[in-house]
């Protein structure tokens, strides 16, 4: 079955840098059309990015100069990586398979704060 799991959410400071990553089993992780998306607290999901199977890679505005979104179809693992962190970004962050989004990862915590 497909199975997502994210990690390397931590605390960071403002204006730090964190790389999330999401190891991916049970499907064509090389062909998949991959998502990140964030849930802060009391707020409704964020779409953050996607990467299609080309690689081509898309961003929400806010994010756009900050984070990227790459894929190393060798490792089967999708990655984040965020720079330049705002109190903000603050949430959870989930790995989410296909352009419907229709499997998730259980998410890892990323806090800004000083």
């Known amino acids: 079955q497909v199975q997502l799991v994210e990690s390397g959410g931590d605390l960071v400071q403002p204006g730090g840098s964190l790389r999330l990553s999401c190891a991916a089993s049970g499907f064509a992780f090389s062909t998949a059309f991959m998502n990140w998306v964030r849930q802060a607290p009391g707020k409704d999901y964020e779409w953050v990015s996607s990467i299609n199977t080309r690689g081509s890679t898309i961003y929400a505005d806010s994010m756009k100069s900050r984070f990227t979104i790459s894929k190393d179809v060798a490792k089967n693992t999708l990655y984040l990586q965020m720079n330049n962190l705002e109190p903000e970004d603050t949430a959870v962050y989930y790995c989410?398979?296909?352009?419907?989004?229709?499997?998730w990862g259980q998410g890892t915590q990323v806090t800004v704060s000083s």
């Open positions: 989410v398979e296909g352009a419907v989004f229709a499997y």
